[in-house]
């Protein structure tokens, strides 16, 4: 019944394809038994940057104000929208203040996420009066939702390192930058994700999600999460375990065990895969079909946002792409691991998927 | 005959003056090396922190926040046919594209410090790759 559900969602999906042209709310998806299914969507790193004043980077706000507008058009409606981090670029009260009221314009229930460029300012603390706890979970149509702070570094970094709050800011917002420190879940919240899944039967279906990846693919960038592998050890136990995360601003995909891992394209800018810089040695996994390369003469090129469905409580992630392709990657139970629906076969990529 | 007797002295003064000069071209020690090396990187440093300052366009964003290690700049590629400006380009002309759009700023004259010193920056990280003039 699962297969045929999932065959079902396929040729819905093709369909969904085809009419990526017209208004959204023309799309309507069906299911053979639609009770165990739900939406939602899943807009992520917006960056919003604040010039001074009231002036912010236009082409920041372009893509969270396109991401909502597009989002709150969705029929049927999604039930209920995450943001995944990195609202603000260097974690201002201006920057979040700004960002939240282009957020707050969503019709719908909204789970945020905490990304380093809205934490390493203040610690979290303006954040934390618009959004509430760092990290927290929650039930929803019989799925486990488990929200992580994955941002966290060691504390001599946080505590003692630098001199000025700006500075820690403006040091850990520089991707590349040498100075920053690897990202981690930390051991007081990984006490907590273990006290929280006890409660939780194994046949639950688990979605985490979080701003790094819960994997380790190129530390130079943080697309690294320290202690990912605790982490993982605590939700391989469970059958059905998705992780979506931001961070990357591109598609990534990976299974480990029992875990699914998806990862989403941000509203802001895209950025290269860790192959594409010559010295470094690490690659995305070997599973994951990149995103289509941006054209960087479009504006919204490689941006956007997602539609994702929960079907029998795996995730099927539909990118909406503002100047792109659409693409869909959906866990495939006949091979158990997320998939392109598209270009999963090699034959069937095209040259712009080639990243160097 | 003296005339030519002057012609011919000059011409062996200048010839010597040529030699002398080729073999001090090629008299040039590990030391000399190092320091045409160190001048190098130092640009290659004014180039990284061109990169990732705020202050090169006019609202905040770097190279950087895109180009992570000026990752995804190719510049082994140019020069090259770019469709979008309908014509083949140096690498300095998308420097620019990205000063006046992504960062809204003005663009670098092409022969400045700062274009150089940007280049030197984008061409060390990318160090190691074959050229590839023309590739998409």
Redesign the interface.
């Known amino acids: 019944m699962k297969n045929q559900n999932r065959r079902d969602f396929l040729k819905t999906a093709g369909v969904l394809t085809a009419v990526s042209c017209l208004p959204i709310n023309l799309v309507e998806l069906a299911f053979a038994d639609s009770r165990k299914n739900f939406t939602f969507a899943y807009i992520s790193d917006s960056h919003i940057q604040q010039i001074e004043g009231s002036k912010f980077v236009r082409n920041w706000d372009r893509g969270l104000i396109r991401a909502v507008a597009e989002t709150n058009l969705l029929d049927p409606k999604p039930d209920f929208v995450v943001f995944g981090g990195d609202l603000a670029q260097l974690g201002k009260k201006s920057e979040l203040d700004h960002g939240a009221e282009m957020l707050a314009k969503l019709n719908y229930k909204t789970y945020c996420v905490m990304g380093e460029h809205d934490y390493y300012l203040d610690l979290g603390e303006y954040w934390s009066k618009l959004y509430g706890d760092h990290y927290y979970s929650f039930n929803h149509k019989g799925v486990h939702f488990i929200v992580l702070n994955s941002i966290l570094t060691y504390d001599d970094w946080t505590y003692n390192r630098w001199p000025t709050a700006e500075q820690r800011m403006n040091e850990m917002a520089g991707l590349d930058n040498p100075n920053g420190s690897p990202f981690m879940v930390g051991e007081k919240q990984r006490q907590w994700l273990s006290k929280d899944l006890e409660k939780v039967s194994k046949d639950t279906p688990i979605v985490v999600f979080s701003h790094s990846p819960i994997q380790k693919i190129f530390k130079g960038w943080n697309f690294w999460t320290d202690d990912a592998e605790e982490v993982q050890a605590l939700l391989q136990p469970f059958d059905d375990v998705t992780v979506i995360y931001g961070h990357v601003h591109q598609i990534q995909y990976n299974q480990i065990g029992n875990i699914s891992f998806n990862a989403v394209m941000a509203t802001a800018w895209p950025w290269p895969y860790p192959r594409s810089y010559a010295q470094n040695k690490d690659f995305v996994p070997k599973l994951t079909v990149p995103m289509n390369r941006a054209n960087p003469f479009h504006e919204r090129d490689a941006t956007g946002w997602q539609l994702i469905d929960l079907d029998s409580g795996r995730v099927a992630l539909r990118y909406n792409l503002y100047d792109n392709t659409n693409r869909t990657v959906a866990y495939n139970p006949l091979t158990g691991r997320p998939e392109d629906k598209d270009f999963q076969d090699k034959a069937k990529r095209i040259p712009s998927q080639e990243h160097y | 005959m003296r005339r030519i007797a002057i012609t011919a002295t000059v011409a062996i003064i200048v010839t010597g003056l040529m030699i002398v000069a080729m073999l001090r071209a090629d008299e040039f020690t590990e030391k000399d090396q190092q320091r045409w090396q160190q001048e190098y990187m130092s640009v290659v440093a004014e180039g990284r922190e061109l990169w ?1 300052s705020p202050d090169l366009g ?4 770097a190279c ?6 000026a ?2 700049t ?1 510049p082994e590629t140019y020069p090259k046919f770019q469709q ?1 400006l309908g014509r083949v380009v140096a690498l300095r002309d998308m420097i620019n ?2 000063l006046m ?2 960062l809204e700023g003005a663009p670098l004259d092409l022969d400045s410090r700062e274009m150089v010193a940007i280049e030197a920056y984008v061409t060390y ?5 074959a050229l590839a003039p023309g590739k ?1």
Do not use: K, L, S, Y
């Open positions: 990732v006019t609202n905040g964003v950087a926040q895109c180009h992570p290690n990752a995804n190719h979008q594209w990205c759009n992504p990280e990318r160090r190691g790759v998409h």
